[in-house]
């Protein structure tokens, strides 16, 4: 099966930048997409940014301009830089994955835990 790990998340200033990391690990052979949510307390889970077929970046209105996804296929990690943060960034942030298992079969998918990104005013 396949691990996905978030890191860099933590408490900032409103303004700060942090950088996520999302590293997967497992029994994968290809991933097709690695993608950026968030959920708020409220439990309301939104697609925050991600790549698309092609290699185009694309992001929810509310972070464009402001975070910049990237990819470093090589070592199966996805990472989001986050600029100019927002109280209203505020959330639980988690990496999605879908993959090739080693092992053959369909295309699976797998979500992180998440990593806390808490911005203060």
């Known amino acids: 099966q396949v691990q996905l790990v978030e890191s860099g998340g933590g408490l900032v200033q409103a303004g700060g930048s942090l950088r996520l990391v999302c590293a997967a690990s497992?029994?994968?052979?290809?991933?097709?997409?690695m993608d950026w949510y968030r959920q708020t307390s409220g439990n309301q889970r939104e697609l925050v940014a991600t790549?698309?077929?092609?290699?185009?970046?694309d992001y929810a209105e509310s972070v464009r301009g402001r975070f910049t996804i990237s990819r470093d296929h090589a070592k199966n990690t996805a990472y989001l830089q986050m600029n100019s943060l927002k109280p209203e960034d505020t959330a639980v942030y988690l990496c999605f994955v879908r993959y090739a298992s080693i092992y053959g079969g369909s295309i699976f998918s797998s979500w992180g835990q998440g990593t806390q990104v808490t911005v203060s005013s």
């Open positions: 497992g029994s994968l052979s290809a991933i097709t997409a």
């Open positions: 790549i698309l077929p092609g290699g185009t970046p």
